[in-house]
C-alpha cells in the first residue's frame, strides 16, 4: 500500500515518530473504504520520495489509530498535517495535487 519512504503511524508512535521527531513530518489521515484517501496514495508516495531525507512522511489510518485523529479533531478524510518541532504548523484537507503538498512543505523547510 504505501512506498518505501512512507512510515505508517499508529496511535502508540505517534509520539514518537511525529512530536519528538528531528525532522518535519507529513502525516496523510486516511481509510482503506475512503475513495479520495486511496487516489491520494500514489501521491503521498512521490512526495516521500521527493522529500526523502528532509521530511518524514508517513500514513495514518483513522479506523484502526482513531485515539490521535479524535485528539487531533480530524473529522474528514483524507487530511494531511505537517508537524515542524513537535507543533501542527499545515493542513490540508481534500484531495491534493502533488505541487501543492510540495509547495506546503517547502514552506517550512525554507
Partial sequence: ???????????????????????????????????????????????????????????MDIDKHSQVAGTLGIMAIPTLLIYKDGKQVGRLQGSQHESAIAA?????LA
Avoid at 502525516?27 to 521527493?50: E, H, M, N, S, Y
Avoid at 506546503?104 to 517550512?108: C, F, M
Fill in 1 to 59: 500500500m504505501a512506498g518505501t519512504n512512507v512510515v505508517e503511524f499508529t496511535d502508540a508512535n505517534f509520539e514518537s515518530e511525529v512530536i519528538k521527531s528531528s525532522q518535519p513530518v507529513l502525516i496523510d489521515f486516511w481509510a482503506q473504504w475512503c475513495g479520495p484517501c486511496i487516489a491520494l496514495a500514489p501521491t503521498i508516495d512521490k512526495v516521500a520520495d521527493r522529500f526523502a531525507g528532509k521530511v518524514k512522511v508517513g500514513k
Fill in 104 to 108: 506546503a512543505l517547502d514552506k517550512i
